[in-house]
């Protein structure tokens, strides 16, 4: 592993990780109330994007970081479905 693929990894680790604690807040909760449904829907999508892109250029931190970032967002999503 390389500087680069390190630096990726790293840079993967820190934005992922910022959402857990948004999930656990929203699951102990049960309150979605000040998360904006565009806003939420709009980064799904771009997530989504990176993930496709990751997969193209084959980019491991790429595609690791969205598949998790995309699963922890798309439990926020489920939330805001299910509790508004």
Do not use: C, E
Request: hydrophobic share 60%; no cysteine.
């Amino acid at each position: 592993m390389n500087f680069i693929d390190i630096l990726g990894f790293a840079a993967a680790f820190l934005t992922t990780t910022a959402f857990l604690p948004q999930v656990l807040k929203v699951w102990r909760s049960q309150s979605t109330k000040d998360i904006s449904l565009p806003m939420l829907i709009t980064f799904i999508v771009g997530v989504t994007l990176w993930l496709v892109y990751g997969v193209i250029v084959k980019a491991a931190p790429i595609i690791i970081a969205n598949a998790i970032t995309l699963t922890l967002n798309l439990l926020i999503l489920r939330f805001k479905i299910q509790h508004g």
